[in-house]
């Protein structure tokens, strides 16, 4: 029996040495050391011979068996660095290639569209786009915007003050009143028209997008969302001219057939100011659906008609006094021989209105089953 063992042995070194795949060599493993294959049932038979022959014949099985056994895990590691190495080869992956599935190509923002769009219907009208910080000094966010010392827009609850810088002249002030140095997240674009007007003299007519933000948070206020702010400034600027504009402004958004008309309002930087409304374009103007049978209320506009979109107005001399040279030291925004209007609205407002959008904090939510409609 010792022989016959040495024998299977020598055959299955040879075998598994001259493997050439790990699947010949899982072959054999299972030929020779399977659960019957012939060396493992000597083992099992070693009980069954005579005492004699029992301690010599067990201790030669059981040392094939370990020697077989290390030679496979052996050759399988040999086997599997050259299959490695040859797949390598053989199945190189193009990066370059489209994905299998290929996955959908990506797509800008909705607010991005909106806010490209918008930039795209002043710049035809003559404007150019500017931008501007959006920490801002409280100079240049209530100070040269004609806002009153008191204004509620001015309190640490309304806006986001992020430093503080002590001037000369500042301690005589409460501990807590802001200073002209402070330094806020600007509450709105408009801080940009007076730093555009200190960049260049008259004319100017410019658009300023960008990120402005304010502490709220329900379904139409986030804590950051997006304006553009418009400034026309040169001699003989009227509200017409205004109406104008924003009439273009809105037909080219929500259609050829659109009017808009001006409400009085008040901003501190504007006079005369007004609201902006844009006749509804799901009902054309009349406050109650003609195609549905009971003739119910327009829900987009409440039936009133009109939707408000921004808020605008002649430029209020007081601002002008703010801005008395250029950067270039040529000669500022005299009161009594320019005119000017501005206007600001909300780049989310816009999309709200156009696509029909409920809720504002849907931008932000990140969710593609949204996002993926625009």
């Known amino acids: 029996m010792i022989e016959r063992i040495e024998e299977l042995q020598a055959r299955a070194s040879d075998e598994i040495v001259a493997a050439a795949t790990s699947a010949a060599l899982e072959e054999l493993r299972v030929r020779y050391l399977g659960r019957k294959a012939e060396l493992p049932q000597m083992l099992r038979g070693v009980a069954e011979l005579e005492p004699a022959q029992r301690g010599e014949v067990g201790r030669a099985a059981n040392q094939a068996r370990q020697a077989l056994q290390a030679l496979i895990e052996a050759r399988v590691a040999e086997l599997g660095v050259a299959e490695l190495q040859r797949n390598l080869e053989a199945d190189r992956v193009d990066v370059t290639l489209p994905g299998a599935p290929p996955q959908p190509i990506g797509r800008l923002h909705v607010l991005t569209t909106t806010r490209r769009e918008l930039e795209d219907i002043f710049l035809g009208l003559g ?42 002249g500042d301690d005589n002030a409460g501990p807590d009143a802001p200073r002209s140095s402070d330094l806020v997240l600007r509450t709105h674009t408009s801080p940009m028209q007076i730093r555009a007007m200190e960049a260049h003299p008259p004319p100017l007519y410019v658009v300023i997008p960008g990120r402005v933000y304010r502490p709220d948070s329900d379904a139409t206020h986030t804590p950051q969302f997006h304006q553009i702010e418009g400034l026309a400034v040169d001699e003989d600027i009227t509200l017409a001219d205004l109406k104008g504009t ?26 005369p100011s007004v609201e902006v409304d844009v006749s509804c374009f799901h009902c054309d103007g009349k406050g109650f659906l003609e195609s549905e ?4 209320r327009c829900y987009l506009c409440k039936g009133e008609g009109w939707l408000e979109v921004l808020g605008a107005g002649e430029v209020d001399p007081n601002v002008y006094s703010y801005v008395s040279t250029t950067e270039h030291n040529t000669p500022g925004y005299d009161p009594e021989k320019v005119q000017g209007f ?12 156009k696509h029909g959008i409920p809720d504002l904090r849907l931008y932000y939510e990140n969710d593609l089953r949204f996002l993926e409609q625009f």
């Open 127 to 168: 404007f150019t786009v500017m931008e501007g910080p959006e920490v801002e000094t409280v100079h240049y966010n209530f100070d040269a915007l004609n806002h009153s010392p008191t204004h509620p827009a001015r309190a640490r609850t309304d806006t986001f003050y992020v430093a503080r810088e002590r001037v000369p």
């Open 246 to 271: 924003l009439l273009m402004f809105a037909r080219a958004v929500f259609g050829d057939r659109r009017d808009v008309r001006l409400r009085p309002h008040f901003f501190p930087f504007t006079e």
């Open 293 to 296: 049978p009971a003739h119910p």
């Open 342 to 353: 501005a206007w600001g609205m909300g780049v989310e407002r816009i999309a709200m209105l």
